[in-house]
């Protein structure tokens, strides 16, 4: 079984966009989204929701109004300002909590209790590009890393009861937690990035990750035409940091008339279609490679 996984060193660089088009172009993937924080690619495959989960994970802190007494401990002892006091009582507000224990531990009258958080929800879908887990993280909510962690477990067990040697996932932007649960044990790494200044930083700090938990590691520059200049320059740093160029994507505006039907570009006309498609084939020509010597 082998994991793509699909990053950018930020938002809007087109990786969802290059990710539903894998999908459709793999035709036998089981597929995740793993950018669990502003989950997007049900937006594109449409997907048919089969199964429906609560994601619980980490405490909260809750008081008990029948025990609680107007003594305060709690309040001054909190270091995140999350207890409060109103009509006589003091009360959590859960997005402030950030579940240490220290109000439960240290109340005098027990009133205080840990519970466990509800974060977001995880779900098993069918698309016309196959089977899908993802995922929606709470407003405010953490443990995006766990979250993320949970999809894929789900997408690998999904994978071997369909008997698909495929899970090709949509992962988050950044190098925070949850790009690392994204990326670690992956089979590969297709970052994606545009001809400028922001995007040659973003990728060298991805491409740092990658090398630093020994995931091989593959460039797709996207709207390269903006820059011939950029693009040339950012192919010579990814390959001297030991990734694998796959290949450019023009500037497309079939890109956003696919995203208005809720197409994958590669269900489409647009010029940039067959861009796709070759970045496609050249991973899978090397794939497997190793691309960190």
Excluded at 40 to 67: C, K, N, Y
Excluded at 82 to 92: C, E, L, N, S, T
Excluded at 116 to 127: A, N, P, Y
Excluded at 240 to 256: E, F, P, Q, S
């Amino acid at each position: 079984m082998r994991e793509i996984v699909v990053i950018s060193g930020k938002g809007g660089t087109g990786k969802t966009s290059l990710t539903a088009s894998f999908a459709l172009l793999a035709k036998t993937a089981v597929l995740a989204d793993c950018d669990v924080d502003a989950a997007d690619l049900h937006l594109i495959l449409t997907p048919t929701v089969r199964e429906f989960h609560d994601f619980w994970s980490g405490h909260e802190a809750v008081i008990d109004p029948q025990l609680c007494t107007p003594h305060g401990v709690c309040s001054r002892l909190c270091r995140f300002d999350a207890i409060g006091k109103k009509d006589g009582k003091y009360h959590v507000d859960s997005t402030a909590c950030e579940g240490c224990g220290v109000c439960a531990h240290f109340c005098p009258h027990g009133a205080i209790e840990m519970q466990e958080r509800l974060c977001g929800v995880w779900m098993s879908s069918d698309t016309r590009a196959g089977p899908m887990i993802h995922a929606k993280l709470g407003v405010a909510a953490e443990n995006s890393g766990k979250l993320v962690s949970l999809v894929r477990q789900e997408a690998r067990r999904l994978a071997e009861e369909t008997q698909r040697e495929t899970i090709l996932i949509d992962g988050p932007p950044g190098i925070g937690c949850s790009a690392i649960a994204s990326i670690t044990g992956a089979s590969a790494v297709v970052m994606v990035t545009e001809p400028s200044m922001s995007g040659e930083h973003d990728l060298m700090r991805a491409l740092e990750l990658t090398r630093h938990f020994n995931v091989p590691a593959f460039v797709c520059i996207n709207k390269w035409d903006i820059c011939p200049e950029m693009a040339a320059r950012i192919e010579t740093r990814a390959a001297a940091a030991g990734a694998i160029v796959l290949g450019r994507v023009r500037y497309d505006g079939g890109v956003t008339e696919a995203q208005k039907q809720a197409k994958a570009v590669v269900e489409t006309g647009a010029p940039c279609a067959g861009d796709i498609e070759d970045i496609w084939n050249t991973l899978q020509q090397n794939i497997g490679k190793d691309t960190l010597t």
